[in-house]
């Protein structure tokens, strides 16, 4: 069924956007897990999933706009690696936590209208994904004038937070694109 295909690549696409596998050489930084084959992938998702959702023309215009937006950040910290892309990452990740926030909420409803015991899970994730994002952003702020010992261990702790998330993400959806196949056979 189309429908839990779409749910298999879109949380293929959020362990693509919410994880960073990093190389990093002496002038550059190498991202294995770009942001953009995430978009294109919750794209394609969408896609999958338009009989299910009268909105998933719109979701799937903003995902191919952070996948453009974002394409062009990954290009550009591998050409300019000494350029300061912070505003624009900055932006591109406000735009995308909003986007995941509705996106959460599109898949809380689907989950809802067949009766999943997901809904709520979902419902949850969207807002701890939510907190996440404000701890991120708040100690990315603090940076500056918090000692870097606190800055560090809070960072970590952060981190940690939103890599929890993003694998909590991705299993529910699989779970519930598996959950979703049961249901329709019987």
Same mark, same amino acid.
Do not use: C, H
């Given at each position: 069924?189309?429908?839990?295909?779409?749910?298999?690549?879109?949380?293929?696409?959020?362990?693509?956007?919410?994880i960073n596998l990093n190389i990093t050489t002496q002038n550059h930084v190498i991202n294995f897990t770009p942001d953009f084959v995430g978009w294109i992938l919750i794209c394609a998702g969408l896609g999958d999933m338009k009989n299910e959702t009268g909105s998933s023309?719109?979701?799937?215009?903003?995902?191919? #706009?952070? $996948?453009?937006? =974002? !394409?062009?950040?990954?290009? %550009?910290?591998?050409?300019?690696?000494?350029?300061?892309?912070?505003?624009?990452q900055s932006a591109a990740g406000l735009v995308s936590?909003?986007? #995941?926030? $509705?996106?959460? =909420? !599109?898949?809380?409803?689907? %989950?809802?209208?067949y009766h999943s015991t997901h809904s709520n899970d979902l419902k949850i994730l969207k807002f701890v994904y939510l907190i996440v994002y404000i701890l991120f952003?708040?100690? =990315? !702020?603090?940076?500056?004038?918090?000692?870097?010992?606190v800055v560090m261990v809070v960072a970590t702790i952060v981190a940690l937070g939103a890599l929890i998330t993003a694998i909590a993400t991705a299993i529910i959806l699989f779970k519930l694109s598996f959950e979703l196949d049961r249901d329709i056979e019987e």
């Open positions: 069924m189309k429908l839990n295909k779409g749910l298999r690549l879109i949380a293929i696409g959020f362990l693509f956007t919410l023309t719109l979701y799937q215009i903003v995902a191919i #706009i952070l $996948a453009v937006a =974002s !394409l062009g950040l990954w290009v %550009a910290k591998l050409v300019f690696p000494k350029y300061d892309l912070s505003i624009y936590t909003l986007f #995941i926030f $509705a996106l959460l =909420s !599109l898949l809380e409803k689907i %989950a809802r209208k952003q708040a100690t =990315s !702020l603090t940076g500056q004038l918090l000692p870097i010992k």
